[in-house]
């Protein structure tokens, strides 16, 4: 499961731009939004070429004849796309289709914006086992998906039990624990004692409900894409799989190879690695971490002795907690969140996920330590926690323990949770053993736990940083596939192609010829992370948007989102400079409701610049300080706002919101 810190508020601020614009004499949503936020649209899929005479050899499990039905989308569809949408619809057991039980598989075709694509499109295949593919595609789409489409169309679907397919597998009971449990101050036992609880309620009630457990495993994951793909009529097709999606795409290459041109493994997960590993991979991460920044000379000047000082504070924590407010970033609602030593070990393993955070973490480790500053740990935390929503823990049990756990015994895992003595109590891997053992679905045949050997061009893709599939197990995927590459990004986390730029690139020369070897020159040019240190300088770029009506500046390294936000890549900060019709106080009067304001904004002052007398306001967004800057301009308001956190607000504040101001200029009339 990917975690992008930077989504959601981006996604707010993106779909906000619902202000009167310079261009538009009325109130108007900004191109697109009203797919982002509207109602489903009802399409057709375009016909395909037929399937290939050549036939697929009989896999295991059997085949079934599927259907393929058109219908309105089930998400808001992203602004500015071609996008098909339907169902297929197979056995849930494929050897007794007679029973009559279905699983029906949400799917969504991106067309192509070349006039004329390759007619073999690419499948993306989700994480997790279980991560909603399509329901949370608002919020991601444009940052990770929309670059695809300059070449091929682009499929993605809800895996069965996932998402929008039904039946639903989701866990509410896990969801509601993982908000419960936030306050609670207890250790691994007990907590691990709650979660089996749940997750065994959830059991009972899917049972109840008919539902056969033993159904939703990589196995018939691969039978279901497979199906898919006769059904569309795509003679082959390219699988990009991330995390457990390079499991379902390496089954998917043993089982049937037949449909697929090539196949991107980005983070893998082969078949043979077992799961008591995580410990060990999680020791990796940390000490690349820790190394990282003491070779470093900017980090190692600014936060020495980095694995003392965190063990330190963990140690501390695990003594005297420490309880702070948090906010859900998808609903807003306020909690209270404890913090201790094994929420911190916890809380670091899953923000190295992020390539985007990876170079906050030493600061954000002295500050906690030094300043008890826990804000970016708390906003990680809460949107670990919050991203639960879009996990269907059925799934994930089901196909977890089939495909892998029950490969070991309890007394492996045991033995890899006191190989680290720091990790004890964080990951408790005999635990995830006993849900195994008591969720029925049985253990896999050897083949699933055996290395995949193929002949289909993939390319590999790993992180240096990834703290869960870790560049080793990349590089065991392709000692058996032989017509593989293999590259290793040094500053990346886990899900590297979804960072854009050099990791994408490769990935695209290899789509265009799957037996060349991409060019890697950019590889060779990349560093480790760039490691935020406070008071480092933020050197201003002067742009021209004559779209917006605006010239000004923005900070260099930030991602241009357009509609006039700019954000840091690390996912902490973004600020936005428009041009609106209408009076300050117009504009003032519809901020709330159009950002997703916390609390009405507050006045703090004026500030004056060359060209103008700007309002300041102060309030936040989702927990997060929001300086707001207002101007008049004629008939037109100009707006600024900074969106940041405690730890860099007054940083950000001075060293970009004012010089913003300072250089906001209009640059043509209303039309």
Not at 43 to 70: I, K
Not at 310 to 324: A, G, H, I, M
Not at 368 to 393: C, H, P
Request: glycine fraction near 6%; aromatic fraction near 10%; hydrophobic fraction near 40%.
């Amino acid at each position: 499961m990917h975690s992008r810190f930077a989504l959601l508020i981006i996604a707010l601020l993106l779909s906000a731009c619902t202000l009167p614009s310079s261009s538009n004499p009325t109130p108007t949503l900004a191109p697109g939004a009203e797919e982002l936020l509207g109602a489903p649209t009802a399409t057709s899929v375009r016909p395909t070429a037929a399937p290939a005479s050549t036939a697929a050899p009989a896999p295991s499990p059997a085949r079934s004849a599927a259907r393929y039905e058109t219908a309105p989308c089930e998400f808001p569809v992203p602004a500015g796309v071609s996008v098909e949408c339907g169902w297929l619809s197979v056995p849930e057991n494929r050897a007794r289709p007679e029973n009559g039980r279905e699983v029906r598989l949400h799917v969504a075709i991106f067309r192509s914006t070349r006039p004329n694509p390759p007619p073999d499109p690419i499948v993306y295949l989700e994480g997790g086992p279980g991560v909603d593919a399509l329901e949370r595609l608002p919020l991601v789409f444009d940052l990770w998906f929309r670059p695809f489409l300059a070449n091929r169309d682009f499929i993605l679907y809800d895996q069965r039990g996932a998402g929008y397919s039904t039946p639903s597998l989701a866990c509410p009971e896990l969801t509601q624990l993982s908000f419960d449990m936030l306050p609670m101050d207890i250790r691994a036992d007990e907590s691990s004692r709650l979660w089996k609880e749940a997750a065994l309620k959830c059991r009972a009630r899917l049972v109840a409900e008919g539902i056969d457990l033993k159904q939703y495993n990589s196995l018939t994951n691969a039978a279901d894409l497979e199906d898919l793909r006769l059904a569309l009529g795509y003679e082959q097709w390219n699988l990009i799989g991330s995390s457990y999606g390079t499991r379902l795409a390496l089954t998917a290459m043993r089982e049937y190879p037949q449909g697929i041109r090539s196949v991107v493994l980005d983070s893998t997960r082969p078949l043979q690695i077992n799961e008591s590993q995580t410990p060990a991979d999680a020791e990796r991460a940390f000490q690349t971490l820790f190394r990282g920044c003491a070779a470093d000379p900017i980090c190692n000047a600014a936060y020495p002795n980095l694995e003392r000082v965190f063990y330190d504070l963990v140690e501390q924590l695990n003594t005297k907690p420490v309880t702070l407010p948090g906010v859900d970033p998808f609903t807003g609602h306020t909690y209270q969140v404890l913090i201790n030593g094994d929420t911190m070990i916890s809380t670091l393993f899953q923000a190295m996920y992020s390539t985007e955070i990876i170079p906050l973490l030493p600061r954000a480790i002295y500050d906690a330590s030094r300043k008890g500053d826990f804000d970016l740990w708390v906003r990680l935390i809460m949107n670990n926690v919050s991203q639960s929503d879009y996990l269907s823990y059925g799934v994930m049990y089901s196909a977890r323990c089939y495909d892998e756990i029950l490969f070991e015994t309890r007394e492996d895992m045991a033995r890899a949770d006191e190989a680290f003595p720091h990790q004890q109590n964080v990951f408790d891997m005999a635990s995830f053993w006993d849900i195994c053992d008591a969720w029925g679905v049985g253990s896999a045949p050897p083949v699933e736990n055996q290395p995949v050997r193929s002949a289909i061009p993939t390319l590999i893709l790993a992180g240096t940083y990834d703290p869960v599939t870790p560049p080793d197990d990349g590089r065991a995927a392709a000692a058996t596939l032989q017509n593989s590459f293999f590259f290793e990004f040094p500053a990346s986390g886990h899900g590297v192609i979804l960072d854009g730029g050099c990791p994408l690139s490769i990935a695209f020369a290899f789509l265009d010829n799957p037996r060349r070897k991409p060019d890697a020159t950019c590889v060779a040019q990349l560093e480790g992370p760039a490691f935020d240190v406070e008071g480092a300088a933020v050197r201003l770029i002067p742009f021209r948007d004559s779209e917006l009506g605006i010239s000004g500046v923005w900070p260099q390294g930030w991602t241009n989102f357009g509609r006039g936000i700019y954000g840091r890549p690390s996912g902490d900060a973004a600020i936005v400079q428009i041009l609106t019709l209408g009076s300050a106080l117009e504009t003032l009067v519809s901020l709330s409701s159009r950002f997703n304001l916390d609390r009405e904004p507050e006045a703090a002052g004026e500030y004056v610049s060359e060209r103008y007398t700007w309002q300041l306001y102060t309030s936040t967004i989702r927990g997060q300080p929001t300086d707001i800057a207002l101007a008049e301009d004629g008939g037109r308001s100009l707006l600024v706002m900074l969106i940041s956190d405690k730890g860099n607000r007054d940083e950000l504040y001075n060293k970009v919101f004012i010089p913003s101001l300072d250089a906001l200029r209009v640059i043509r009339s209303p039309q």
